[in-house]
């Protein structure tokens, strides 16, 4: 059950777009397609914006995208606001009937 | 309004044992999958355990298979975590989460705000 792998922090402008990545193995992300992502600001619970790799939950702007490529998944943010600054977390179903999270990316928006 | 309110954190010594709840509202529970996930700290998302919406499955992380015990009451509207032989590794805040209607372990929406254990003697 090792964690999904994400990059420690990524950093951008407003109104630029970043990418988080987040790779797994054959046996999580690669073997489904329940990969989610979560938005936490500090001293808030997580709050769910992309379902089944790219779903968007009712509510979640559409400036959140999912996408999937084999073992791999990723989040991108694009036109970037002050208040998209949070821990991002991604998450995967896996073949021991478990679920697994990323590391956690910090988002700075500069 | 979907609500969901854990309890029964709190500081306990090394080898004790401590019941969490999680009382849900605004749904029908026993049509959801719940799952509990835990953040030490300073730390990320740690998946703890999950269960089915009638409670007959039941799904562990490693770090606390044998020791951690998930159930609920569909009658309550509660779901627990019992934990036993607590480690200092244990600390952090438990959250309880709502899985994708009655499938289990797919994605989490909502949570509830969490509640804080500390293990430390």
């Known amino acids: 059950q090792s964690a999904l792998t994400q990059p420690a922090s990524v950093s951008g402008s407003p109104g630029q777009s970043i990418t988080i990545s987040c790779t797994g193995t054959s046996s999580d992300i690669g073997a489904y397609n329940y990969v989610s992502w979560y938005q936490q600001h500090p001293g808030k619970a997580p709050k769910l914006i992309i379902s089944?790799?790219?779903g968007r939950p009712s509510g979640v702007p559409d400036r959140f995208s999912g996408s999937k490529s084999g073992n791999s998944a990723s989040l991108t943010i694009s036109g970037l606001q002050a208040e998209d600054e949070a821990d991002y977390y991604c998450s995967s179903f896996t073949s021991s009937v478990t679920l697994v999270f990323g590391g956690g990316t910090k988002l700075t928006v500069l | 309004e979907v609500q969901l309110l854990e309890s029964g954190g709190g500081l306990v010594q090394p080898g004790g044992s401590l019941r969490l709840s999680c009382t849900a509202s605004g749904f029908t529970f026993s049509n959801y999958a719940m799952s509990w996930v835990r953040q030490a700290p300073g730390k990320g998302l740690e998946w703890v355990s999950g269960i089915s919406g009638s409670g007959t499955s039941t799904y562990y992380a490693d770090s606390v298979r044998g020791r951690f015990t998930l159930s609920r009451d569909n009658s309550k509207n509660t779901l627990y975590l019992q934990m036993n032989s607590l480690r200092a590794e244990d600390t952090a805040r438990y959250y309880c989460?709502?899985?994708?209607?009655?499938?289990?372990?797919?994605?989490?929406?909502?949570w509830g705000q969490g509640t804080l254990v500390s293990v430390s003697s």
């Open positions: 989460a709502r899985d994708k209607h009655d499938t289990s372990l797919v994605w989490f929406d909502p």
């Open positions: 089944e790799v790219s």
